[in-house]
């Protein structure tokens, strides 16, 4: 699995090569420039000892010189291009598994609380920014730095060359086996906390009026601190590990630079002993950052297998293949339909049929939870039916493309989100291009136009996340005023009156007659008044559409 995984991560990153290679050159050209500032001054002053003429330190000193402008140069030009290449690789990220989880909306996203998907789309995905700068790029670095080691200690003798290589290599599998076997269940299980610690206070966040009301906020922050203290305990368990791996690179870095001079002192000059040993602690800054690179790799596989999982997922509703044209005609027919959530869950539909002309005004009955807004959902394409049919003008609905879908139908929810933005843009959502006036006429049509341009802002009024600034009532007129701005051939309107009073109720019933004629409208409702305007009324009941008969509208009425 974390194979599979890491073999997906990286096949991510391949559109950043380029970048990634040119920040992993530039690294090795910095510890290169550390490792000839070393050597140099090492072999400066070892000469200097000696009494020589200063002209036999110029070369020297000029070089000095350029190691240290170089070594400073190279490192900014590293940070520059490695941390613009991640941070386009974040923003190409989030776009990706944006573009994937969208069509999971909202069949497949139902079973995630908010908080975790918050935690999934934001900090899990910024976990990927330390796959290449601390996980990729150090055993890249490390090996070529190796490599140009042994060929520098190679000019001086093969056998210390080789003791380098195999010392510095010995060092780097040790550390890095060490931290990935030591802080991979660490990282995990941080990465996992912290996900479930962040869904817990978006929960606690949306409900803390709730909390209050009842005299739970003690409890609720008792359970709250438990998972702080949880998560403290792992991240202290992290902090020993980090320092564990420091004390081991001095001890094998020092290890290192012992073992090169054991070998040099007899076989090489005195005076070059110094170069060698001060040029081997310069390059074990490749080591390193290797044992850094374990812990980051796994908790970047952990949050990488928690983004696929939610990725890989098949939409409940996929394009067909072959996609039918846009309808001409709009005759809304429901033949036999059969639905249910899962393969495996009871049907709430079975043999459910229906036929609207277009331009009919229909409504359905039903009580809660007899599937009213299912039954909304299923014809704008949120979820897919599991036999039967529903046809569009003839078209089956199931070939349109969902785009098209889409065009043919307008909805208001039962639950509409309000997002934090103006009363304005929140029901221009339906149709971004929409004018001013024609925002205005649809929320007069909705009766929301007065109770709007008293405000002091106006239609610029912010209405506060997810509505929290307007009432139950007016949420649901701004909400009607969105559905009615989108002209669509169908509109569906679920619980439209809801939170209402009686008299706004029947103006909204009665200019919704008014204003969507030569449209198809559908209200699902479980209110059984202010019917005598629709065409047909519907009780659904036991999965099963039932005509009702309509003698006299006072009958209606009184009932």
Known sequence: MPAKTLRRLLGLLRPFWRGMALAAVLSVLTIAASVGLMATSAWMISKAGLRPSIAELGVSVVAVRFF??????????????????????????????????????????????????LARVVDDVDALQNIYLRAVAPPLVAVLTGGLLTLLFSAFDGLVAL??????????????????????????????????????????????????????????LEALNQQIDSIAAHERRFARLDGLQAALAILFANGVMLAVLIVAIPRVE?????????????????????????????????????????????PAVTDPLSPAAFPARFDLVIHDLTFGYSADAPHLFRDLNLTLPHGQ?????????VGKSTLAHVLVRFYDY???????????????????????????????????????????????DAPD???EAAARAAQIHEFIAGLPDGYET???????RVSGGERQRIALARALLRDTPILILDEATAHLDPATERAVFDTIAHTCQGRTVLIFTHQVRLLDAVDAVYMLANGVLHPLKREKPDSEAAS
């Open 163 to 220: 003791t380098a290589l195999l010392c510095l290599g010995t060092a780097a599998l040790a550390t890095t086996l060490l931290a990935w076997n030591l802080g991979r269940r660490t990282g995990q299980i941080l990465t996992q906390q912290r996900a479930q610690l962040n869904a817990e206070l978006v929960d606690s966040l949306q409900g803390m009026a709730d909390w209050i009301a009842f005299g739970q906020t003690d409890r609720r």
């Open 270 to 314: 005195g005076i070059f002993l110094a170069t060698l040993a001060l040029a081997t602690l310069a390059a074990y800054e490749a080591i390193l950052p290797l044992a850094q690179a374990a812990t980051y790799l796994s908790a970047s596989l952990e949050s990488a297998s928690r983004l696929f999982d939610l990725a890989d997922q098949t």
């Open 68 to 117: 240290g402008i170089a070594r400073g140069g190279f490192r900014y030009l590293e940070r520059l291009v490695a941390h613009d290449t991640t941070f386009r690789l974040l923003a190409d990220l989030r776009v990706q598994f944006y573009r994937a989880i969208e069509p999971l909306a909202p069949a497949r996203l139902s079973r995630y609380t908010s908080g975790d998907l």
């Open 361 to 369: 005004f229909a409504a359905i009955l039903g009580e809660s939870g």
């Open 386 to 432: 599991a036999a039967g049919h529903i046809e569009i003008g003839g078209t089956e609905l199931r070939l349109l493309r969902e785009e098209d879908a889409r065009r043919i139908f307008s909805v208001m929810s039962q639950r509409t989100h309000l997002f934090h933005t103006t009363i304005r843009e929140n029901i221009r959502i339906a149709r971004p």
């Open 462 to 468: 912010y209405v506060g996340e997810d509505g929290a």
């Open 437 to 439: 006036e024609a925002v």
